[in-house]
């Protein structure tokens, strides 16, 4: 069965500190790759998202994403974070053209003024 | 902006209860999702629907139903509800194209409490 890995639980940082968050994911076909986000008492939200083409992709507020598919990778990145970034954070992988999601175990993120 | 609007934010139930969680849609979606999120877990997929009248089991279909009577309207059916059912209740939706994939919409989500 797919599943997606997200490396750490929480983490706790200062702002303007850099933040990566890692994913992986067992399945070995084709994917479409998201990062979701949900910042506290708010509603899920897409992030970005990976369909083919440029590995490096693009977000909302400042945050990208590199898929890496050797390594069955597509970790979050964003250089300077910001006590707004404060959030839960998601990756979920789908099969092409499945329309279902696989979430990863979530990472909380806090970050200190 | 694609609303997904969940009837309660916060419900609380008795063992053995039957519950309906509602969820409804304004965007014309032909997909719509049933999530429960746990912490460490994230999201796991209950059921879904691609169109009325229509459902498909997800990865943890066991103890729930679902009901898609009308297009923009999707429920979540505990017939008898347990313990180990309280979670956190996520519903969402997306259209269903035929090029790029489209993006998940999702409710507020309601927090499910069985005593």
């Known amino acids: 069965a797919q599943s997606v890995s997200q490396h750490n639980h929480h983490v706790i940082l200062s702002e303007a500190a850099s933040l990566e968050l890692g994913c992986n994911y067992s399945y070995g076909g084709t994917v479409n790759l998201f990062w979701y986000v949900q910042y506290p008492g708010q509603h899920l939200q897409l992030l970005l998202k990976y369909f083919s083409g440029d590995p490096l992709v693009k977000g909302i507020k400042g945050f990208e994403a590199e898929f890496i598919k050797s390594k069955f990778s597509f970790n979050l990145r964003k250089p300077s974070v910001q006590w707004s970034d404060t959030a839960e954070y998601f990756c979920?992988?789908?099969?092409?053209?499945?329309?279902?999601?696989?979430f990863g175990g979530g990472t909380r993120v806090l970050v200190k003024p | 902006d694609v609303k997904v609007t969940q009837s309660s934010r916060y419900l609380v139930k008795r063992t053995g209860e039957k519950v309906f969680l509602e969820c409804v849609q304004d965007?014309?979606?032909?997909?719509m999702f049933w999530y429960r999120q746990d912490p460490g877990l994230g999201l796991r997929l209950i059921y879904f629907s691609y169109d009325v009248k229509m459902k498909e089991k997800g990865d943890i279909p066991e103890g729930y139903s679902v009901s898609r009577e009308k297009k923009e309207r999707f429920s979540l059916i505990l017939e008898s509800a347990s313990t180990n059912q309280t979670s956190m209740y996520l519903c969402?939706?997306?259209?269903?194209?035929?090029?790029?994939?489209?993006?998940?919409?999702f409710g507020p989500g309601t927090r499910l409490t069985v005593l």
């Open positions: 965007m014309d979606h032909e997909n």
């Open positions: 979920a992988v789908d099969k092409a053209a499945g329309n279902k999601l696989t």
């Open positions: 969402a939706s997306s259209y269903d194209g035929t090029s790029d994939y489209n993006e998940q919409f």
